[in-house]
Nanobody
Framework: QVHVVESGGGLVQPGGSLRLSCAAS????????AGWYRQAPGKQRELVAAMSTARGTNYADSVKGRFTITRDNTKNTVYLQMNSLKSEDTAVYYCNLEFGDFVQIGPRIQYEYSYWGQGTQVTVSS
């Protein structure tokens, strides 16, 4: 089993910065892929940023140029650096980590396993 824990959320002013962390623990060889998602009340969960060897790096249009996803392999931790924060960035941010091989399962190609963290609240308000 793999456990995923997010941290780093909090209250920040518009224009401020925040760095979220996503740490993995348990039984695995390495993190194959990672993604940050967010969900605001009354809204659907949306992809913010994702990265993997197979698919490269991808960002939502709303955060391009402001957010950066990185990984520290020695710590099995993925980060989301958020700069120039706006009120519309307010949401619960969730981390999803992927493991195993990149294979075809049914009609799609994907990593074999994925695990979600519990989420961390980010509030941007003056």
């Amino acid at each position: 089993q793999v456990h995923v824990v997010e941290s780093g959320g909090g209250l920040v002013q518009p224009g401020g910065s925040l760095r979220l962390s996503c740490a993995a623990s348990g039984s695995f060889n390495s993190i194959a892929g990672a993604g940050w998602y967010r969900q605001a009340p009354g809204k659907q969960r949306e992809l913010v940023a994702a990265m993997s060897t197979a698919r490269g790096t991808n960002y939502a249009d709303s955060v391009k140029g402001r957010f950066t996803i990185t990984r520290d392999n020695t710590k099995n931790t993925v980060y989301l650096q958020m700069n120039s924060l706006k009120s519309e960035d307010t949401a619960v941010y969730y981390c999803n980590l992927e493991f195993g091989d990149f294979v075809q399962i049914g009609p799609r190609i994907q990593y074999e396993y994925s695990y979600w963290g519990q989420g961390t609240q980010v509030t941007v308000s003056s």
